[in-house]
């Protein structure tokens, strides 16, 4: 079974940093594309950064390009995504997924608020 | 960047009633376009992917279809656990969601 689970959420201010981490299990993690995708509250969905299945290839929205730093281990089947200079706008929930056509498969999200 | 729009953002209808929630592409995305439902307070399940194929698991009352930059997700017999808000997804070029459609029981 496909399970991907999110940690490393939580309350960070303005300007200050957070990782947030994803452990996969159920599949071959380093055969497969991934991605972040985020959703602020009461709002829909949004694409932040892929990751290729061996880590050469990184992609990013333009709203976070140069702030967040999407990367993966595959010894430990974890994908990473390092927040920096965080903005009350990237409050939201961030899913990680695992891409084939399309996100296929989801964690169950994990929660970044940033406010003073 | 590639829109795609969903120009509903709400929807009621009846138990048993045949649903089409559209999303309109900007440009051409091929067959790029996969369906989303999502519940409240969980993640986005997989319902169609490739514009009409149906992902493991899910009921063969939903059906997707394509007609140019045109996408349908059809639901052919409405049920009380299909309600929630549904999403389409490009990635044809990067990814773009659709803003969502809430579907509601009236």
């Known amino acids: 079974e496909v399970q991907l689970v999110e940690s490393g959420g939580g309350l960070v201010q303005p300007g200050r940093s957070m990782k947030l981490s994803c452990a996969a299990s159920g599949f071959t993690f380093n055969n497969y594309d991934m991605a972040w995708v985020c959703q602020a509250p009461k709002k829909g969905l949004e694409w932040v950064a892929t990751?290729?299945?061996?880590?050469?290839?990184?992609y990013y929205r333009d709203s976070v390009k140069g702030r967040f730093t999407i990367s993966r281990d595959n010894a430990k089947s974890t994908l990473y995504l390092q927040m920096d200079s965080l903005r009350s706008e990237d409050t939201a929930t961030y899913y990680c997924a695992r891409v084939s056509t399309c996100f296929d498969y989801w964690g169950q999200g994990v929660m970044v608020t940033v406010s003073s | 960047d590639i829109q795609m729009t969903q120009s509903l953002a709400s929807l009621s209808a009846s138990l048993e009633e045949i649903v089409t929630i559209t999303c309109q592409a900007s440009q051409d995305i091929g067959n790029w376009l996969a369906w989303y439902q999502q519940k409240p307070g969980k993640s986005p399940q997989l319902l169609i992917h490739s514009a009409t194929s149906l992902a493991d698991g899910i009921p063969s009352r939903f059906s997707g279809s394509r007609s140019g930059t045109q996408y349908s997700l059809k639901i052919s017999r409405l049920q009380v656990e299909d309600t929630g808000i549904y999403y389409c997804l490009q990635r044809y070029s990067k990814y773009t969601f659709g803003a969502g459609t809430k579907l509601e029981l009236k």
């Open positions: 990751i290729s299945y061996d880590g050469s290839s990184t």
